[in-house]
């Protein structure tokens, strides 16, 4: 008997060819609603305005409004101001419901669910929504800002601790719990130290995305260098805004670099 | 050995760790209240603001569900806008990636410039981005799907070339050592390693794009933006309301998809 060599057939299953097919067509579907039903004036876009717009607009980014940095940077230190102040308090107010969504702390799958949502719900809100909600609630101020940064970032950060908390070493709290250790005692000897290093790391990167999510707050009223940005922008001012915009750019960096290296000393 | 044995420790940690503890507690405290003192934000005047709040909470409900026919419209743009968006960025990012990778792109001038301009482009917020478009083509979608792209395109980068720098290079070798080019050794060795982060990674863009998208509109770039600043300057707070429901089912719903949707992929 000759002996056929024959490579084995490649395993094909109809089941995933068929997947292939239902997925690709549901991909073209979604592409064809959303390039037919698109609304784009392309004869306003490529106009004669459009090239005068880019002409007059594009070199005034380049010649900044030097001699408007002292209001600018007044602004941006507010911004700052509403940042830390509300990631502060983001940082606090997630603990507790951290721990409320750590499996290993509160062993009671429903309470760990609530928590779940709750903070969900809460990553759901883009900052400028909640921003807009303050804004009717405590007026047009700062403290608007303040807590719908607070509020915003509570969302993430709880997540964010949770996981840490349930990746902790148990075994430590059960030395303690056998030495008969009080709830306290537990929490301040067992937990803290092997969750506070990240916490600190988390609350340091979240602070950083909320120096930029604040810059734009004032856009609908929240305070902070955005109000500025809203008044240059209707009053065409461009040299203006290029400047808010390289003073933003700036301060966004060097905080970036601060934040990056107490982050790399902390973990 | 017998001064030893009577050792007492005073506390669990070394003098050295509680000192720099307090005085970064001190200095973290300190900030905290000069800036509470700067925004005249004492987290006190939430509470003695709460008679507000709950009156805003009367100005809002019960949300006015008459005006959802209005919102569909813009909403769907907003959709659109973010699914634009973020195919273009994916296209665009990806020949960006490979430069920004530093096993790809062995220049380091390429390679340090492109990551330079990245972190700059990352530091501008999307707003400011679609404010200044707006001002270049004025109202529209188009604006917002420009701005989005630009903006888009700074994070996906900096994700995917972080992706190709981690990926095992030894593959690359081999198919060069037999002969392939640098295209060959992108489609057979690189692409293969890294397409299912690519993919999740595009999908989670696109998630922040819809939430950018849908507050694009502020200044004039299109979608249900647009309806939200119309309805606030009207006081039209059921109609607010509604719109801000609308917005947190879709972000909920979008989510869930792509989250279940990328857990399949990674």
């Avoid at chain 2, 083509?137 to 701005?147: L, P």
Wanted: net charge neutral; hydrophobic share 55%.
């Amino acid at each position: 008997m000759a002996e056929q060599l024959t490579l084995p057939e490649k395993p094909k299953s109809k089941l995933t060819l068929v997947k292939r097919i239902f997925i690709f067509i549901i991909i073209a579907l979604i592409y064809i609603w959303t390039f037919t039903s698109i609304e784009i004036r392309w004869d306003n876009i490529f106009s004669e305005r459009t090239l005068a717009n880019i002409d007059r607009i594009i070199p005034k980014f380049f010649q900044p409004a030097v001699e408007e940095t002292g209001s600018i940077m007044e602004k941006m230190f507010e911004t700052l101001f509403i940042a830390y102040t509300g990631s502060l308090a983001a940082a606090i107010i997630a603990i507790p419901l951290a721990f409320l969504c750590a499996s290993n702390m509160v062993r009671n799958k429903f309470l760990n669910n609530i928590g779940m949502w709750i903070l969900g719900a809460v990553r759901a809100f883009p900052e400028i929504v909640l921003a807009i909600i303050f804004v009717a609630a405590v007026g047009p101020n700062p403290f608007a800002g303040v807590l719908a940064i607070a509020i915003g970032s509570t969302g993430m950060l709880g997540k964010l601790y949770s996981e840490v908390i349930e990746s902790i070493d148990m075994n430590v709290i059960e030395a303690l719990e056998a030495s008969g250790a009080n709830k306290l005692q537990i929490l301040f000897y067992g937990i803290f130290p092997q969750v506070l290093p990240e916490f600190m790391s988390y609350a340091i990167y979240r602070f950083e995305i909320d120096v930029r999510a604040s810059s734009v707050l004032g856009i609908v009223g929240a305070g902070g260098i955005g109000t500025l940005i809203t008044f240059a922008y209707m009053n065409r001012n461009w040299e203006e805004v290029g400047m808010i915009l390289l003073v933003i750019i700036i301060t966004v960096t060097i905080i970036d670099q601060i934040s990056g290296f107490i982050r790399k000393r902390l973990v | 050995m017998s001064k030893e044995s009577s050792f007492v420790p005073k506390g669990l940690y070394p003098f050295k760790t509680k000192l720099i503890i307090t005085i970064s507690l001190i200095v973290v405290f300190g900030f905290y209240l000069l800036s509470s003192i700067k925004t005249e934000s004492f987290i006190v005047h939430f509470f003695v603001k709460l008679p507000n709040v709950f009156g805003l909470v009367g100005d809002f409900f019960p949300p006015d569900w008459s005006y959802v026919n209005q919102v569909w419209p813009k909403l769907f743009e907003t959709i659109h806008i973010a699914i634009i968006a973020t195919t273009i960025a994916v296209i665009i990012s990806i020949p960006f990636s490979l430069l920004t990778a530093n096993n790809v792109t062995t220049n380091s001038w390429i390679y340090q410039g492109m990551r330079l301009i990245l972190n700059i482009i990352r530091t501008i917020p999307d707003i400011i981005l679609a404010v200044v478009f707006v001002g270049l083509f004025g109202i529209g979608a188009f604006s917002g799907i420009i701005a989005l792209i630009i903006f888009a395109v700074g994070i996906l980068v900096k994700l995917m070339s972080e992706v190709i720098e981690t990926i095992d290079m030894n593959p690359t070798e081999a198919i060069r050592a037999s002969g392939g080019n640098g295209l060959q050794t992108i489609s057979f060795a690189i692409v293969p390693q890294v397409l299912p982060q690519f993919i999740s990674f595009s999908l989670y863009v696109f998630e922040i794009n819809i939430r950018a998208s849908l507050v694009l509109g502020l200044v004039g770039a299109g979608g249900i933006g647009q309806l939200l600043n119309t309805q606030i300057n009207f006081m039209n707070y059921p109609a607010v309301s509604t719109i801000i429901i609308i917005v947190f089912a879709v972000v909920v719903v979008i989510d869930i998809i792509s989250g279940k949707l990328r857990e399949g992929l990674v």
